[in-house]
């Protein structure tokens, strides 16, 4: 079983920055996917990055560039830095974990399909 909790969402303005956090616990290891998603209000959930070990990281279109994914596997936590914040970056950010590979598919993928999910953070970025 895997425990996942988010932290550090706020309000920002636009072209700001924030960096929330999922901090991991239970039988989880480097080798699984972790995954970051958003859903805004009226929308479908979508996946917005990825990492499994520190050498495969992936990111949605929308958000390559201003985005960071990484981890402190000494802390189990998974790190998002948000850069040149967008109003449409706003939404529930939520982590999950998944150990079964095909980790982009899993991610980016029509289907949020990962085993384990954080309650999430909200993310409000003003205009």
């Known amino acids: 079983q895997v425990h996942l909790v988010e932290s550090g969402g706020g309000s920002v303005q636009a072209g700001g920055s924030l960096t929330i956090s999922c901090v991991a616990s239970?039988?989880?290891?480097?080798?699984?996917?972790m995954g970051w998603f958003r859903q805004a209000p009226g929308l479908e959930r979508e996946g917005v990055a990825a990492i499994v070990r520190d050498d495969y990281i992936i990111y949605a279109d929308s958000v390559k560039g201003r985005f960071t994914n990484s981890r402190d596997n000494a802390k189990n936590t998974l790190y998002l830095e948000m850069n040149s914040l967008k109003p449409e970056d706003t939404g529930m950010y939520y982590c999950?974990?998944?150990?079964?590979?095909?980790?982009?598919?899993?991610?980016?993928?029509?289907?949020?399909?990962?085993?384990?999910w954080g309650e999430g953070t909200l993310v409000t970025i003003s205009s």
């Open positions: 999950a974990a998944d150990r079964r590979g095909f980790c982009r598919a899993r991610v980016m993928g029509a289907v949020s399909d990962m085993e384990y």
């Open positions: 239970g039988d989880v290891t480097t080798n699984y996917c």
